[in-house]
């Protein structure tokens, strides 16, 4: 085994063969049957916000994690919320929270040469005939899974060898650790092929990769597990950023058959998708603030003022949202593997609101979270 806090990976220990140990090691990463501990974690917030009388939580993803945990995390960090709108939106899988569904769709913009996300939110019953709506959601859903396997190739095929190339060059991995990782990505590979029934679909992207190498921290040291995985996310920057978005749906598409479906439409982070806010895209809201989105909350909300100034008399407003992001996985993991960007996010939670130069930037717009929730839910119908 090698020593933590050196350089030497012995990669002469890996079995090329599966062994049940090897089967026993994928399965835990890929079944979600939280522990007790877990569902602690998830139900117990950090924080409550007793004065906080409305929750807005348009853009945040369960996950894997079961709906009856979220809803007793978010009652208990909101106790006394009179008005909510409270819609989860996984990525390209349609999730429904009380009587409404909403889903993360990934797009591309041709006219920008852009993937784009939408916010699709529904309420429930508008979904009972949605036969094609659900086939271009299953087909962006296959398309985006099959980025995990663009980034497997990266690793072991020679005809990507310029990417391990680049991403050692930027990491400063040395030989050795290429090995090791490409030796621990051929034996994924292998083990996601027998178990291929068994993996749940969502489980069937990047960050599979990313948590079996981390299931070998105790074998071979979390040092050189760190720097493995340094590398690794490096590699993914790289098939990201070359990933064709030119066989999602187009951005046009998927708003013509969200609204054919009576959807309501939010696009998230538009800073960025800059040349998003002169497409003049039918939608109804622009994000304006989440976790990720920070720098330009006061410039988006002018943006949306002024566009809203010239619409014409009877046309219904932008309205502006805000999105905490959320990722519930992130919560049920150990807390020293957590990613503490992510896991301090909370649904509902976006400080922005309160914050004295937005909020007078919200007032000139004639916005804030009561009448945004109010209008929406309307919207909805």
Not at 184 to 200: A, D, N, Q, R, Y
Request: glycine residues 4%.
């Amino acid at each position: 085994m090698a020593k933590s806090g050196t350089l030497v990976i012995d990669i002469k220990r890996w079995n090329p063969e599966i062994t049940d140990d090897d089967l026993q090691r994928y399965m835990s990463i890929v079944t979600f049957d939280l522990t007790a501990e877990q569902r602690e974690r998830i139900e117990t917030p950090k924080a409550v916000y007793a004065m906080q009388d409305s929750v807005l939580a348009l853009h945040w993803h369960p996950e894997f994690v079961p709906m009856e945990c979220i809803r007793t995390r978010i009652e208990a960090t909101f106790p006394n919320s009179n008005l909510e709108l409270i819609i989860p939106t996984q990525h390209n899988q349609l999730v429904s929270y009380d009587d409404y569904t909403g889903v993360e769709i990934d797009t591309y913009s041709k006219g920008f040469n852009l993937k784009v996300q939408l916010l699709a939110h529904f309420s429930k019953d508008r979904l009972s005939d949605a036969g094609v709506f659900k086939d271009m959601l299953a087909y962006t859903f296959k398309y985006r899974s099959s980025q995990l396997e663009e980034f497997i190739d990266s690793v072991l095929e020679p005809g990507y060898q310029e990417r391990v190339n680049e991403a050692a060059a930027k990491t400063g991995a040395e030989d050795t650790l290429v090995n090791f990782v490409r030796n621990g990505v051929t034996k994924l590979k292998k083990l996601m092929e027998i178990k291929f029934s068994e993996t749940p679909e969502f489980m069937r992207r990047n960050k599979i990769i990313q948590l079996y190498f981390d299931s070998l921290r105790g074998e071979y040291g979390d040092s050189h597990i760190d720097r493995a995985q340094v590398f690794l996310k490096a590699v993914k920057k790289i098939v990201k950023r070359r990933f064709s978005p030119t066989h999602f749906y187009e951005t046009e598409e998927m708003i013509a058959e969200i609204r054919s479906l009576g959807g309501c439409i939010v696009v998230p982070h538009p800073e960025q998708f800059w040349p998003i806010l002169l497409a003049d895209y039918d939608v109804d809201a622009y994000e304006v603030w989440n976790p990720q989105s920070l720098e330009y909350t006061d410039f988006l909300i002018n943006v949306v003022s002024r566009q809203n100034s010239r619409r014409l008399a009877g046309e219904r407003p932008l309205l502006i949202t805000m999105g905490d992001d959320c990722h519930m996985g992130e919560k049920t993991k150990p807390v020293h593997r957590q990613n503490l960007a992510k896991a301090s996010r909370e649904i509902g939670v976006q400080p922005a609101w309160e914050d004295l130069q937005v909020k007078k930037s919200l007032i000139l717009a004639g916005m804030d979270r009561r009448k945004t929730i109010e209008e929406y839910k309307s919207r909805l119908g």
